[in-house]
């Protein structure tokens, strides 16, 4: 049996009629940019979320990039985040020109760990970006706190973590920012490029607005440097369909993990772990295994695909070494690198699939 690692073609069918209505309306109107459909998007996603103002931008990265710009940040100050995640968090933080000061991890949720970041902090500190990795937010009562303490910004990078929860509260809310990204297999994932910015203040609103957009409130009457990275109607008109289904398919995601936990009983392979008061979105199904490549090629071999995210932390990435030294001891990071695989996790599995999956992986000897 072949299991792909995600498989968007099987979600598209479930919703085909409502997906191919809502996109010949935006042909109908032919207003392609800035249109009703991402206004109307920006209200449905805060409803969601039950909370703060959205404004919508072309990809995770850019909703990063522009809260860092909404902070002021710029060349030579200091960004604090975590070298294990998606480059894209880095990325942003050095596109404004500030450094990034990367910090160990939680070994057992892979978030940042929170009683790492106060020593990291400096005059030169700006912001925190904790990344709510996998699906599983990061602590954000102590960060917050933290940052509260320090006068910092908190720039949540929830690109993996839509509709994830601490003690009822969505991922999103607890900072000054809260970042998505609607790439494609997020857990709500555009037809293409896609993301958000969440924010509390109405006025960091506005900024970010101008930003998004050339840095204008009125056209060509330009306050500021900005920037050109909206979310296009076409992808808001479909991004609105797929929110409504965005409960259920977490749900889904849920019970495909609860099977997981329940029936993987290899001594070779941990679990990802739910802490207590926080909902995890599962947007990725990561076991820790020491016999991580063995596991993945036996899986390979029974047409199960997997993959790593992500097998070479930023510090120890060709581009971050041209740029910064290497002084950073995060012992955590580069253990857990050599140890993480990501089984499929997509609501459309069958339980065929699941049970197949658990099957090969209990069989698994070395
Ligand atoms: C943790 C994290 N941060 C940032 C991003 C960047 O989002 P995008 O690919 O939409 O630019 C992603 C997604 O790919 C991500 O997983």
């Given at each position: 049996?072949?299991?792909?690692f995600?498989?968007?073609?099987?979600?598209?069918?479930?919703?085909?009629?409502?997906?191919?209505?809502?996109?010949?309306?935006?042909?109908?109107?032919?207003?392609?940019?800035?249109?009703?459909?991402?206004?109307?998007?920006?209200?449905?996603?805060?409803?969601?979320?039950?909370?703060?103002?959205?404004?919508?931008?072309?990809?995770?990265t850019?909703?990063?990039?522009?809260?860092?710009?909404?902070?002021?940040?710029?060349?030579?100050?200091?960004?604090?985040?975590?070298?294990?995640?998606?480059i894209?968090?880095y990325?942003?933080?050095?596109?404004?020109?500030?450094?990034?000061i990367?910090?160990?991890?939680?070994?057992?949720?892979?978030?940042?760990?929170?009683?790492?970041?106060?020593?990291?902090?400096t005059?030169?500190?700006?912001?925190?970006?904790?990344?709510?990795?996998?699906?599983?937010?990061?602590?954000?009562?102590?960060?917050?706190?933290?940052?509260?303490?320090?006068?910092?910004?908190v720039?949540?990078?929830?690109?993996?973590?839509?509709?994830?929860?601490?003690?009822?509260?969505?991922?999103?809310?607890?900072?000054?920012?809260?970042?998505?990204?609607?790439?494609?297999?997020?857990?709500?994932?555009?037809?293409?490029?896609?993301?958000?910015?969440?924010?509390?203040?109405?006025?960091?609103?506005?900024?970010?607005?101008?930003?998004?957009?050339?840095?204008?409130?009125?056209?060509?009457?330009?306050?500021?440097?900005?920037?050109?990275?909206?979310?296009?109607?076409?992808?808001?008109?479909?991004?609105?369909?797929?929110?409504?289904?965005?409960?259920?398919?977490?749900?889904?995601?849920?019970?495909?993990?609860?099977?997981?936990?329940?029936?993987?009983?290899?001594?070779?392979?941990?679990?990802?772990?739910?802490?207590?008061?926080?909902?995890?979105?599962?947007?990725?199904?990561?076991?820790?295994?020491?016999?991580?490549?063995?596991?993945?090629?036996?899986?390979?071999?029974k047409?199960?695909?997997?993959?790593?995210?992500?097998?070479?932390?930023?510090?120890?990435?060709?581009?971050?070494?041209?740029?910064?030294?290497?002084?950073?001891?995060?012992?955590?990071?580069?253990?857990?690198?050599?140890?993480?695989?990501?089984?499929?996790?997509?609501?459309?599995?069958?339980?065929?699939?699941?049970?197949?999956?658990?099957?090969?992986?209990?069989?698994?000897n070395?």
């Amino acid at each position: 049996m072949f299991v792909p690692f995600v498989d968007l073609k099987s979600q598209y069918q479930k919703i085909t009629s409502e997906i191919n209505d809502a996109i010949s309306l935006v042909f109908g109107k032919s207003n392609f940019i800035l249109g009703e459909n991402v206004k109307k998007f920006e209200e449905e996603f805060c409803q969601y979320l039950e909370g703060g103002y959205a404004v919508a931008v072309h990809s995770g990265t850019d909703a990063l990039y522009l809260s860092l710009l909404a902070c002021g940040i710029s060349s030579g100050d200091e960004v604090i985040t975590v070298s294990h995640t998606f480059i894209a968090t880095y990325l942003a933080i050095v596109q404004t020109g500030a450094i990034p000061i990367l910090v160990d991890i939680d070994p057992s949720t892979f978030n940042i760990d929170p009683d790492k970041i106060e020593e990291k902090v400096t005059d030169k500190t700006k912001a925190i970006i904790p990344v709510h990795l996998y699906g599983h937010p990061a602590n954000m009562v102590q960060i917050v706190e933290l940052a509260k303490k320090y006068n910092l910004f908190v720039i949540e990078d929830a690109c993996q973590a839509h509709g994830s929860k601490i003690s009822g509260k969505k991922a999103g809310l607890f900072g000054d920012f809260g970042c998505f990204s609607f790439y494609p297999t997020k857990n709500l994932g555009a037809y293409g490029d896609g993301g958000v910015v969440v924010t509390q203040d109405e006025k960091l609103r506005d900024k970010l607005l101008s930003l998004r957009n050339y840095g204008q409130k009125k056209k060509y009457f330009h306050e500021r440097f900005g920037i050109n990275t909206r979310l296009d109607e076409l992808q808001a008109a479909i991004l609105r369909v797929k929110l409504n289904y965005l409960d259920e398919w977490n749900n889904l995601r849920r019970n495909i993990s609860k099977q997981y936990r329940d029936q993987i009983n290899s001594p070779y392979v941990s679990c990802p772990v739910e802490m207590d008061q926080y909902f995890h979105v599962y947007h990725l199904y990561v076991i820790k295994t020491y016999e991580r490549d063995q596991l993945q090629e036996w899986l390979a071999k029974k047409d199960i695909q997997t993959q790593i995210h992500y097998p070479i932390p930023v510090h120890l990435q060709k581009c971050f070494l041209k740029e910064f030294k290497n002084d950073f001891h995060l012992p955590v990071t580069e253990n857990i690198s050599k140890k993480i695989l990501s089984l499929p996790m997509y609501p459309e599995m069958s339980n065929d699939q699941i049970k197949y999956i658990v099957k090969s992986i209990n069989e698994f000897n070395v």
